[in-house]
């Protein structure tokens, strides 16, 4: 399927206009982090209590007093939200360190005194120690640094050395534009976003690779005599469709998650919301970041 039959849109000409959009994103994202003291960490990494309580009438409106019910108990102050359309199910997340299950409990027994006439039912009942969190943690940190190492030693070996480095480079800035996305909107940073990421590495490394393989055809052959930058850009229009294409039918499947998770305090909701700006940001960066340093590779060392 061909979208363009003979594209020739000069993406390297606006390399630079790229390059400062993609610094601003930096700097928007480093702010963040700093404003926000760094990210909405869920329980996954910090440890607490979460809860998941069905009520016979809606509690809507009673948001405010059952956050202020579980402050009293000195378990800080809790994040409380509805859960999907009716407004009768919600999710409790209390970052709060005790032993066994004595925060659910008192949690539990708090509301039930509170809502004596409104009884609910227990859905969901979790709770993650401050010892697992941090070996979490530093699991799924260390998960995503050893995938970019693997990345380019393999993409050194199959391409050259600046080949790795511009694929990298574009890596790199898809993972951090996703957490920055997260960090400005105040999204709950969990274990699954971890996965999200990962799997954002190989959507966009899969996407970049195909470019870079039709640049290294492009090298020699008929396009011999062209210069580096053209034959960059001529590569890029020539796997535009595929590009298109990809990113299409994936997307109709992350979307189609995303809205259907939108409303519930699934963990899918999240997920699939990473997924989403991976998928669009790694398909930019693919075109505008990855292949440009290999330009800019070119300026100082000819690659050959």
Same mark, same amino acid.
């Given at each position: /399927?061909?979208?363009?039959?003979?594209?020739?849109?000069?993406?390297?000409?606006?390399?630079?206009?790229?390059?400062?959009?993609? +610094?601003? /994103?930096?700097?928007?994202?480093?702010?963040?982090?700093?404003?926000?003291?760094?990210?909405?960490?869920?329980?996954?990494?910090? +440890?607490?209590?979460?809860?998941?309580?069905?009520?016979?009438?809606?509690?809507?409106?009673?948001?405010?007093?059952?956050?202020?019910?579980?402050?009293?108990?000195?378990?800080?102050?809790?994040?409380?939200?509805?859960?999907?359309?009716?407004? $009768?199910?919600?999710?409790?997340?209390?970052?709060?360190?005790?032993?066994?299950?004595? &925060?659910?409990?008192?949690?539990?027994?708090?509301?039930?005194?509170?809502?004596?006439?409104?009884?609910?039912?227990?859905?969901?009942?979790?709770?993650?120690?401050?010892?697992?969190? *941090?070996? =979490?943690?530093?699991?799924?940190?260390?998960?995503?640094?050893?995938? #970019?190492? %693997?990345? &380019?030693?393999?993409?050194?070996?199959?391409?050259?050395?600046?080949?790795?480095?511009?694929?990298?480079?574009?890596?790199?800035?898809?993972?951090?534009?996703?957490?920055?996305?997260?960090?400005?909107?105040?999204?709950?940073?969990?274990?699954?976003?971890?996965?999200? =990421?990962?799997?954002?590495?190989?959507?966009? #490394?899969?996407?970049?690779?195909?470019?870079?393989?039709?640049?290294?055809?492009?090298?020699?052959? #008929?396009?011999? *005599?062209?210069?580096? !930058?053209?034959?960059? !850009?001529?590569?890029?229009?020539?796997?535009?469709?595929? $590009?298109?294409?990809?990113?299409?039918?994936?997307?109709?499947?992350?979307?189609?998650?995303?809205?259907?998770?939108? !409303?519930? +305090?699934?963990?899918? *909701?999240?997920?699939?919301?990473?997924?989403?700006?991976?998928?669009? %940001?790694?398909?930019?960066?693919?075109?505008?970041?990855?292949?440009?340093?290999?330009? #800019?590779?070119?300026?100082?060392?000819?690659? *050959?």
């Amino acid at each position: /399927m061909q979208f363009f039959k003979s594209p020739n849109i000069n993406f390297i000409g606006k390399r630079n206009i790229a390059f400062i959009i993609s +610094g601003i /994103m930096f700097v928007v994202t480093i702010a963040s982090v700093v404003v926000h003291r760094g990210l909405n960490a869920s329980i996954d990494f910090v +440890g607490g209590t979460v809860l998941q309580l069905k009520f016979e009438k809606p509690v809507t409106e009673d948001i405010g007093s059952i956050r202020s019910i579980i402050a009293e108990l000195n378990f800080g102050t809790p994040e409380v939200k509805t859960i999907g359309a009716a407004g $009768t199910e919600i999710q409790i997340i209390v970052k709060k360190q005790a032993e066994g299950t004595l &925060v659910g409990d008192a949690v539990k027994e708090a509301l039930r005194k509170k809502f004596s006439e409104n009884p609910f039912e227990l859905r969901r009942e979790e709770k993650v120690g401050p010892k697992i969190g *941090k070996e =979490l943690q530093g699991k799924g940190s260390l998960a995503v640094l050893l995938s #970019l190492v %693997v990345i &380019v030693i393999y993409i050194g070996i199959r391409f050259h050395l600046p080949f790795g480095i511009a694929a990298i480079v574009a890596l790199f800035h898809d993972v951090v534009i996703t957490i920055g996305v997260f960090s400005v909107l105040d999204a709950e940073f969990s274990l699954p976003i971890i996965a999200a =990421l990962l799997t954002i590495i190989g959507y966009s #490394l899969n996407d970049t690779i195909v470019v870079f393989d039709r640049i290294r055809e492009n090298l020699g052959g #008929l396009s011999a *005599k062209k210069s580096f !930058n053209e034959k960059v !850009n001529t590569s890029i229009n020539q796997c535009l469709s595929r $590009t298109i294409l990809t990113s299409l039918t994936t997307l109709v499947v992350v979307v189609t998650l995303f809205v259907y998770f939108f !409303n519930s +305090g699934d963990v899918l *909701k999240y997920f699939s919301g990473a997924l989403l700006t991976g998928i669009i %940001v790694g398909t930019y960066s693919s075109i505008y970041i990855a292949s440009p340093v290999l330009i #800019l590779w070119n300026q100082k060392w000819t690659i *050959k």
